[in-house]
């Protein structure tokens, strides 16, 4: 797009510039304030090729530069980098055409991609850890979509682990209710009340323990009654977190079941491979006799039962397409999108066409490095394409989010559904809408309750989808309600109110804004400084899709926000005379990107606040 193709009249010019000189692999990128509108590392990197100093180099590659077009000068900085100075009465326009044409800030992408994400086991409520993958995953997703990609999601349901069996140990041999009490979800009471309950009970008696471990077998043969028991608290608890993760505005495409994985027959022929060769050897002797192993790592216990590692194998064959299909498929029901969820059996479906995947993408926290790494390896060695572990670190919570939740922990502590320490998301959902709300009425008391409903939601989603994403995946982060929902700072909601703030500025206007009109007369620093963020949309949805990164957009969005209310704070918008219009343009191209920025993200844009 616009800038863009400033970035490539620049270094056709410096390539010119360059002819008879050593070829060398240089930059041209946009340039920090103060340093140009494109800048390039050309004569810094030539300099010891050249014998000369980058400084004098790039003098000398500056006086060679030819301008026209989008560009109108070259400098040479000191450093030896090169400075190149747009010609702003072409490129305004430029922008702002590039703006408020459809798809923009996409279309570059061409690859089949699955992601697979959230995978809870289907045994308790999520919590606000599990929330950061389900976040993730789908923000991932909706880039590559952005970016061009033929997008598959998934969400893997292990419905056949020992979490499982615990519940099912509960309600079929330890007396709980099968129903939760008034007011409480399936998917908390299993959690909260039986998985609890029995893990507690189970560490002082190993009797108990044994009995989860039949449990477990007669699950994964799958023609048992503990297996129909198992079925039923999975297409529970599964209806309750999807209700979790739909509030959020994630969507998934497939769900697939372990214990489909388990019966399909896919386990034995992905075994079968592994032995034959050489990459699985059944342990003799130590601690894991009898076991089959891969690197010191059980896929097969000595009593014959699959570990989620050895589960994980074929699961991945089938991702990327290397296994023959032995599932069937069947609509799950409509999502509130409108898309249709589809879910894999093993019999009764229609068979569905597969595009084999260019690249796999599996988000599983940082712990699971090693066994991800390990799943990768053998995929290579199948013969696979791309196998990515997108890892990601824990989420806490600030001590005073968890005193303001009744959660009996010290800041830093992990979540636990073991020990049942955890917030459910939830939860927090509603804690952060209640608050919303609470907001919205003081700031506008008029307001009908519908509309503080749908801001109110829309604000709680924003604060959650943006802290588990505005930072580096590899890092840690402490959740704290009040920070997330402030109307100022690295938040959400300020990217929501300078929306909303634009949208009222728009609304208020005597006429709509002409886009087609003269933009050259934007000559301000902050409307540059507004007109040249707008411009790298494409670039930084670009490099979001190469390093899979949300952060990247996360930071665009605001540093666009800031600028806008730079921009509106320091001049007159409305009744500006001569410039009116083109500031009104540049306000409707705020709305429109920064509203599309935030739907890559997962977070809404109202229009009121």
């Known amino acids: 797009m616009a800038y863009e193709a400033l970035l490539e009249a620049a270094r056709h010019m410096i390539d010119a510039a360059l002819s008879g000189m050593p070829r060398v692999e240089y930059v041209v990128e946009p340039a920090r304030p103060g340093f140009g509108d494109a800048s390039s590392n050309a004569a810094f990197l030539m300099s010891g090729a050249m014998k000369m100093r980058p400084a004098e180099l790039a003098a000398r590659i500056a006086e060679r530069c030819r301008p026209g077009g989008l560009v109108s000068g070259v400098e040479a900085h000191p450093s030896g980098y090169l400075n190149v100075r747009a010609d702003w009465d072409v490129l305004s326009g430029r922008i702002m055409e590039s703006c408020m044409s459809a798809g923009y800030g996409g279309g570059f992408g061409s690859r089949s991609t699955v992601v697979e994400h959230t995978s809870v086991n289907p045994n ?140 399909s027959g896919l386990w034995r022929t992905a075994f079968g491979k592994m032995k034959e060769m050489g990459m699985a050897t059944l342990a003799r002797e130590g601690e894991n006799a009898g076991c089959w192993v891969i690197r010191d790592k059980v896929i097969v216990r000595s009593n014959g039962t699959a570990t989620y590692m050895a589960k994980d194998i074929p699961y991945a064959a089938w991702k990327m397409g290397l296994v023959e299909d032995p599932f069937t498929y069947r609509e799950y029901g409509a999502q509130p999108d409108g898309t249709m969820l589809y879910e894999s059996v093993l ?59 009744g959660v009996q922990t010290h800041t830093g502590s992990q979540m636990s559904g073991r020990r049942g320490i955890y917030v459910g998301a939830d939860q927090m959902y509603a804690k952060l809408r209640d608050r919303a709300a609470e907001e919205t009425y003081k700031r506008n008391p008029d307001m009908n309750e519908d509309m503080v409903d749908a801001i109110s939601r829309a604000v709680a989603v924003g604060a959650i989808r943006y802290e588990m994403i505005r930072q580096d995946l590899g890092r840690a982060i402490t959740f704290d309600m009040e920070r997330s929902t402030r109307l100022e700072g690295d938040t959400a909601p300020y990217l929501q109110y300078s929306h909303a703030r634009a949208r009222r500025i728009l609304e208020r206007a005597a006429s709509e804004p002409d886009y087609t009109g003269d933009m050259s007369v934007l000559i301000q620093n902050k409307e540059r400084a507004m007109l040249r963020l707008l411009g790298m949309y494409n670039i930084v949805v670009g490099d979001a899709y190469r390093n899979l990164s949300p952060k990247v957009v996360a930071r665009y969005c605001h540093d666009l926000a800031v600028a806008f209310n730079t921009f509106y704070e320091s001049y007159k918008v409305i009744g500006a005379g001569d410039l009116e219009n083109a500031r009104l343009c540049l306000t409707g191209a705020f709305c429109s990107v920064i509203s599309d920025a935030l739907g890559v993200l997962g977070i809404p844009a109202p229009e009121r606040m």
């Open 124 to 263: 308790k409520a999520l919590h606000i850890g599990h929330v950061r993958n389900v976040v993730i995953g789908d923000t991932i997703s909706r880039i590559l979509r952005k970016a061009g990609d033929r997008v598959t999601v998934l969400n893997y349901v292990d419905d056949s682990g020992l979490q499982v069996a615990d519940v099912v140990l509960g309600f079929t041999q330890m007396g709980y209710d099968t129903e939760p009490p008034p007011g409480k979800k399936f998917d908390a009471y299993c959690g909260d009340v039986v998985y609890v309950g029995v893990t507690e009970r189970a560490g002082d008696d190993p009797g108990l323990k044994e009995q989860s471990r039949k449990i477990l077998a007669d699950i994964e043969r799958g023609d048992t009654e503990s297996a129909k028991v198992a079925a039923e608290v999975t297409r529970r608890v599964l209806a309750d977190q999807l209700e979790t993760c739909w509030s959020l505005g994630v969507r998934y495409d497939m769900l697939n079941y372990e214990s489909q994985v388990v019966r």
């Open 347 to 405: 019999e009764g479906g229609r068979r569905m066409e597969r595009e084999a995947a260019d690249r796999v993408i599996t988000v599983i926290d940082s712990r699971q490095a090693d066994l991800q790494k390990t799943v990768s390896d053998i995929m290579e060695r199948f013969g696979g394409g791309e196998y990515i572990h997108l890892g990601y670190e824990a989420v806490t919570l600030s001590a005073a989010t968890a005193r303001t939740l």
